[in-house]
Structures are given as structure tokens and as C-alpha cells.
């Protein structure tokens, strides 16, 4: 029998690189289909995903929010202020209640803001909540239609699988961060890193 045999470090990420193409083509396709009636009302993705946020949960902090969306500041900001100039939402702000020393380490400690001080906050308008119960059910169809092959069983075990590859951001981080210093020195020993900062002639 004739070839190399694969090792199953490579194997494994063989493995991994195929589900991680699998994983961004499907998203990618999921993403595009979703994004149809968002055209029709003229809202961007990180929009709506803050206007359904507010439906469902009613007004937050923007701390809360930032938290929740996983987005940062400044980026977040941008589009609250957005959503606000087409009356979709509207900002406030209200002050937290004061609590106890170890409760107050415990929120810093989840990046949230501290007890007894004033926060900016967002919720939705009369009108943004009328757009919401206009878009969500046409947004829940194509869900539904997209992910209708899927029996219950599998949806759960999809579900899982996503949380299960960002449950813990931190310890990826780390992890990433390896895997990116063992390929730029696998890339230099192979002398690929000197030849790619290298015009042919």
C-alpha cells in the first residue's frame, strides 16, 4: 500500500479544517437567507439583532447590552444611535440600586457596571416595538424553513455544539494564540516566511 500515513495530529485538524469549512459555508448561506426581509425594512443585522434583544427582554443597560450582544462599546453605540434617529429605540439612563462590597466585586468582576451609579440605558419605542411584531414572525418562517429537515433532537445537539465552541472565550483565546505562534514557526521552518516578503524578479 503505497502513500503516507496520516498521524493523527493531522488527521484531527484534517478533520477540524473540513467541519470549520462546513461550519462557515452553512452560516454564510443561513446568514444570506435571513437577511432578505431585513432588506424590505431597511434594518442591518446588528440592528435587528438589538431590536429583537429589547423585545424580548425589555429596557437594559447599554453595559448589559454590550454583554449580551457581545459587541463593543463604540461599535454598539453606532448603532443604538441609528436605531434611535429612525425611532426605533430610545436612550435613558437610570441608577443602579447600591449593594453589598462582595456584590459589587462579583459585577466587576463580570464586567458589569458598578452598584449605585448612573447608566446609560436603551429600549424599544412604540414604533419599534410595532416593527418587531411585523418582522420577528416573518424572520421565525424562514428559520423555520431553513432549519426544517432538522428533527428536535438535532437542533439540541446543534445548539450545543455552537455554545460548546464558544463557551469559554478566554481559554480559546489562549489556545488560538498557540496554534498561531506553532504555525508562524512551522511557516519559517518550511522558509516560506522569508519567500513571501520576497518579490519574484
Same mark, same amino acid.
Given at each position: ?9 493531522? *488527521? ?19 446568514? *444570506?437567507? !435571513?437577511?432578505?426581509?431585513?432588506? %424590505?425594512?431597511?434594518? #442591518? ?17 447599554? !453595559?448589559?447590552?454590550?454583554? =449580551?450582544?457581545? =459587541? ?7 448603532? !443604538? $444611535? ?6 426605533? %429605540? ?31 440605558? %436603551? ?15 416573518? $424572520?421565525?418562517?424562514? !428559520? ?22 464558544? $463557551?469559554?472565550?478566554?481559554? #480559546?483565546?489562549? =489556545? ?9 514557526? @512551522? ?10 516578503? #520576497? @518579490?519574484? @524578479?
Amino acid at each position: 500500500m503505497s502513500g503516507k500515513r496520516r498521524g493523527p495530529g493531522k *488527521e484531527k485538524r484534517r478533520k477540524a479544517w473540513g467541519a470549520y469549512l462546513e461550519l462557515t459555508q452553512a452560516a454564510r448561506w443561513v446568514e *444570506e437567507k !435571513v437577511r432578505m426581509p431585513l432588506r %424590505v425594512f431597511g434594518i #442591518t443585522r446588528e440592528e435587528f439583532r438589538l431590536l429583537a434583544l429589547l423585545y424580548q427582554e425589555g429596557q437594559m443597560s447599554l !453595559v448589559e447590552a454590550e454583554g =449580551r450582544l457581545d =459587541r463593543g462599546r463604540l461599535s454598539l453605540r453606532e448603532t !443604538v $444611535q441609528r436605531a434611535e434617529e429612525f425611532g426605533w %429605540v430610545r436612550m435613558g439612563k437610570t441608577r443602579l440600586p447600591s449593594t453589598a462590597p462582595e456584590s459589587r466585586a462579583r459585577a466587576e468582576a463580570r464586567r458589569e457596571p458598578k452598584q449605585g451609579r448612573e447608566v446609560g440605558t %436603551v429600549e424599544l419605542t412604540p414604533q419599534g416595538e410595532r416593527l418587531m411584531e411585523s418582522l420577528l414572525p416573518k $424572520q421565525e418562517t424562514i !428559520v423555520r424553513s431553513i432549519l426544517g429537515e432538522l428533527d428536535s433532537r438535532e437542533l439540541a445537539t446543534l445548539t450545543r455544539i455552537c455554545r460548546k465552541i464558544r $463557551q469559554d472565550e478566554k481559554f #480559546t483565546e489562549v =489556545r488560538l494564540a498557540g496554534a498561531l505562534i506553532r504555525a508562524h514557526k @512551522e511557516f519559517e521552518n518550511d522558509g516560506l516566511a522569508s519567500d513571501a516578503g #520576497t @518579490e519574484p @524578479e
